[in-house]
């Protein structure tokens, strides 16, 4: 399409958790499909998905926008916490956005939910991020459909100066119950004080036949049966990939709406690094660069290793020369690659157990073939004698960050956390996190609970 004429900026992807199933792949793949030129991921509380949607989008010549559908805390306290669609501009809006986050499930925590806090807001700025009322789920929609237009106004007012020209009230159609009532009044209200509208679809699944999937899989997240009339039903059918032509004759009546989707995907333009890596820096003796005190730690730690394995000085004398190439062939590659400080780093932690009563694994995977490991201590296994190959581990025409596998006993793991997070800082150092996904087996076994069929005809 050589004038796009819409541009999601609401989808919810398998990353938000609870109540999204679309893959990245599918949607951009439908995006390629149907012209759009830019298409936005905004999971629920967490940018989970983001670098796996960048390149997936980046590589299909689909302009990827990040955002994110977070939850709010209200300022006052008879009032629930509402949504806002925060999009990402740039860097400085993708970092305030992250440590906003971050904030939110480690400070403020309510019912399950990470709320941002607008104080938070405030006190930072919100330069680089564009916000979105959140249409009937934000705070606006929810005073507009309680008849309390003073006070939308006034929260209006407040999220349009604290996000100056870059605040717009959101419009929707998906069929739920007050969506026409709350899209008249934002309309109303926009008009009033002179601020933008844009229209969003917020798309949960690819196609209008996911629905009853999509259904069962909010059941599953909430514990709930499918069939219970008394749950909340907060979805419809409608919620969707659709097209721009869809959203064109949804919202014909309102031209300017579906423009402004394709400004705002205009105005963020966020740029990654990815595949480059950042180490902490790690503290050398004054005056020695990274690259020389991992060449002195290595020498001394040959001679030490050298006097353990030849106790006889003669044949000590004799290895030496086999030993000593081979560290500087070593030395040379890491340095080039480097990846000075990594070794240093992961020394320093494994020697620190090993001096501290926490039993540490010899080594294993293809980090034992390195002898700058065994001589700083990483690994205890010595690769000359069994002719392990450092290239496995470390090869300059394979460009990639060294990993090594390391055990510690898990009644001492803990103490090693946290004597790294104490040379490093409490905020530099985090656990790598695992997505849990739904297996064959046990999918079976939940989507039968949530439809209310017998145990044992799910089991067979």
Same mark, same amino acid.
């Given at each position: 399409m050589i004038n796009p004429c819409f541009v999601h900026l609401r989808l919810h992807s398998e990353y938000?958790?609870?109540?999204?199933?679309?893959?990245?792949?599918?949607?951009?793949?439908?995006?390629?499909?149907?012209?759009?030129?830019?298409l936005a991921l905004t999971d629920l509380s967490n940018v989970f998905g983001m670098v796996k949607f960048y390149q997936a989008a980046r590589s299909k010549g689909v302009k990827p926008l990040i955002g994110c559908d977070v939850w709010?805390?209200?300022?006052? $306290?008879?009032?629930?916490? #509402?949504?806002?669609? *925060? %999009?990402?501009?740039? /860097?400085?809006?993708?970092r305030r956005l992250s440590e906003w986050l971050t904030r939110a499930f480690r400070e403020n925590q309510v019912r399950g939910r990470a709320e941002i806090r607008p104080e938070w807001m405030e006190q930072d700025g919100t330069a680089g991020l564009i916000a979105l009322s959140g249409a009937q789920s934000g705070d606006v929609g929810?005073?507009?459909?309680?008849?309390?237009?003073?006070?939308?106004?006034?929260?209006?007012?407040?999220?349009?100066?604290?996000f100056p020209d870059r605040y717009y009230l959101e419009l929707q159609r998906t069929g739920q119950q007050d969506a026409e009532d709350c899209l008249r009044g934002c309309?109303?209200?926009?008009?009033?004080?002179?601020?933008?509208?844009?229209?969003?679809?917020?798309?949960?699944?690819?196609?209008?036949?996911?629905?009853?999937?999509?259904? $069962?899989?909010?059941?599953? #997240?909430?514990?709930? *049966? %499918?069939?219970?009339? /008394?749950?909340?039903?907060?979805?419809?059918?409608?919620?969707?990939?659709?097209?721009?032509?869809?959203?064109?004759?949804?919202?014909?009546?309102?031209?300017?709406?579906l423009?402004?989707?394709?400004?705002?995907?205009?105005?963020?333009?966020?740029?990654?690094?990815?595949?480059?890596?950042?180490?902490?820096?790690f503290p050398t003796p004054e005056g020695m660069t990274l690259d020389d005190f991992l060449r002195v730690r290595?020498?001394?730690?040959?001679?030490?290793?050298?006097?353990?394995?030849?106790?006889?000085?003669?044949?000590?004398?004799?290895?030496?020369?086999?030993y000593e190439q081979r560290l500087q062939f070593e030395l040379g590659t890491i340095i080039q690659m480097g990846f000075p400080g990594y070794f240093l780093i992961v020394a320093d932690f494994i020697n620190w157990a090993k001096h501290n009563d926490v039993p540490v694994g010899p080594g294993r995977g293809s980090g034992a073939g390195s002898l700058v490991a065994y001589v700083l201590g990483i690994?205890?296994?010595?690769?000359?004698?069994?002719?392990?190959?450092?290239?496995?581990?470390l090869n300059p025409e394979r460009v990639?960050?060294?990993?090594?596998?390391?055990?510690?006993?898990q009644d001492g793991r803990e103490r090693v956390i946290q004597y790294v997070k104490d040379k490093y800082g409490h905020d530099a150092v985090s656990q790598i996190v695992t997505f849990g996904t739904l297996g064959s087996r046990s999918v079976i076994r939940d989507v039968g609970r949530v439809l209310d069929l017998p145990y044992n005809l799910c089991d067979q």
């Open positions: 938000s958790i609870t109540d999204g199933i679309v893959r990245v792949d599918d949607a951009v793949a439908r995006a390629v499909q149907d012209g759009m030129p830019a709010i805390s209200q300022m006052q $306290a008879d009032h629930r916490p #509402a949504r806002l669609l *925060l %999009l990402v501009q740039d /860097r400085d809006g993708f929810q005073f507009v459909l309680a008849g309390n237009l003073a006070q939308a106004v006034q929260q209006a007012n407040y999220w349009a100066r604290l309309v109303q209200l926009a008009a009033e004080l002179d601020l933008p509208v844009v229209a969003t679809h917020p798309v949960q699944f690819m196609d209008a036949v996911d629905f009853k999937a999509h259904e $069962a899989r909010v059941c599953i #997240a909430e514990g709930a *049966l %499918l069939a219970d009339r /008394r749950r909340a039903r907060l979805f419809t059918p409608e919620q969707y990939f659709k097209t721009q032509a869809e959203m064109a004759e949804l919202f014909a009546d309102l031209p300017v709406a423009a402004n989707s394709v400004d705002i995907a205009q105005r963020c333009s966020l740029a990654l690094t990815l595949g480059k890596s950042q180490l902490p820096q290595a020498a001394d730690g040959l001679h030490q290793r050298l006097l353990a394995l030849f106790p006889d000085e003669t044949q000590r004398e004799q290895k030496r020369p086999v690994t205890d296994l010595d690769p000359l004698p069994y002719d392990l190959l450092f290239e496995r581990f990639s960050m060294p990993d090594f596998d390391v055990d510690f006993c």
